[in-house]
């Protein structure tokens, strides 16, 4: 089942009253799209095409999936409805907003709002190209607006199961949201066919890589203390697995001692704990230590000084990088 390189839908294409634009992004299950609605409101359709099990050649617009392939297609393509489904109930300013879904071109498309702006793992990479590092403020108060994002998920009886930098989209206003619940197949019913989990290494909880551990809120909380961690460090933290053999974690957290309180760094260990017992049990838990140590700790101001251009914009919009915001 090698990975193929799916071609995407033309530009122009009319498919369910929505107008392709141009691709935006494709990943490993899906392709997605700007398009218009019939009133020129720019969406955003991802379109589920699993490159290891469909294969659409340019020109066409239905992929081809053979035979032995066809039941796990089918099984995904339940599950990206279902997800779409349970997605578009929540409404919530850090929940990326689904507006509808269709059949189409033997697959399923998910229609969202259309968001500009970038991720979170774009602005780390920036940064980090220059040798910098997002400060102390600007991560507390992008990770209490995702947490407020995934309460409502929680709430709705789903996990996330893969976020990470690359899975929070920052808006041009700096608030994030949170995208890509295409492992948010996991109900904690666990009533749906359970799918081959998706791993990302450094993000994913070791409760991820065991068949008998549950998973629940906790497991996403692994993950948000690992893509914290990430900003901070400006690379993943060590593999769950790998961690289970010699655990390198205290020596990194101590290289952080220099740009970041006490506070968030023990923060971000609570949450990195291998046991899902010994990390904060609830969003609202972790939420409520990132902005209540907000104004006692004095965050030393890194990296964010340094910002030109469309950086600098954004910094300057939400009040992060400058001395006098950073320790208001
Ligand atoms: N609602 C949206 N508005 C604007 N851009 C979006 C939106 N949703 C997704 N994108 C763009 O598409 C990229 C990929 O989206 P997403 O993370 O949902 O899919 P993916 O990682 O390709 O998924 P998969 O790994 O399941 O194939 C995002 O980083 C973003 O650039
Ligand atoms: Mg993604």
Known sequence: MAAQNNAPLPDGL??????????????????????????????????????ALALRQPGELVPVISKPNLAVFRIGLKCFFEEGRALAKISHPNVVRVLNFFRGNETVYMVMAYESGHSLQEQIARLGQKGSRLN?????????????????????KLLHLDLKPANIYLRTDGT????????ARQTFNADVPKLTPMYTPGFA??????????????????????????????????????RKIEDKMPLYYSKLEANYS?????????????????????????????ASTRKKTKAAPVGTEKLTGRWRELADKIGIGRKKAVNK
Do not use: N
Not at 176 to 183: K, N, R, S, W
């Open 136 to 156: 102390e403020a600007f991560i507390r108060q992008i990770f209490i607006g995702v947490c407020a994002g995934l309460r409502e998920v929680h709430t709705s």
């Open 262 to 290: 006490p506070e968030l760094i023990k923060l971000v260990q609570w949450c990195l704990e291998m046991d899902p017992l010994a990390r904060p049990q609830s969003l609202f838990t972790l939420q409520k230590e990132l």
């Open 14 to 51: 009319e498919i369910a009253g929505y107008r392709i634009v141009k691709k935006i992004a494709s990943g490993g299950f899906s392709i997605v799209y700007l398009a218009y609605d019939a009133d020129g409101i720019a969406v955003a359709i991802k379109e589920y095409l699993p490159s």
């Open 176 to 183: 994030p949201i949170v995208l890509d619940f295409g492992a």
């Open 205 to 242: 909880p070791p409760d991820l890589y065991s068949k008998t551990a549950a998973l629940g809120p906790w497991s996403d909380i692994y993950s948000l203390g690992a893509s914290m961690f990430a900003c901070m460090a400006a690379s993943p933290p060590q593999a769950a697995d790998q």
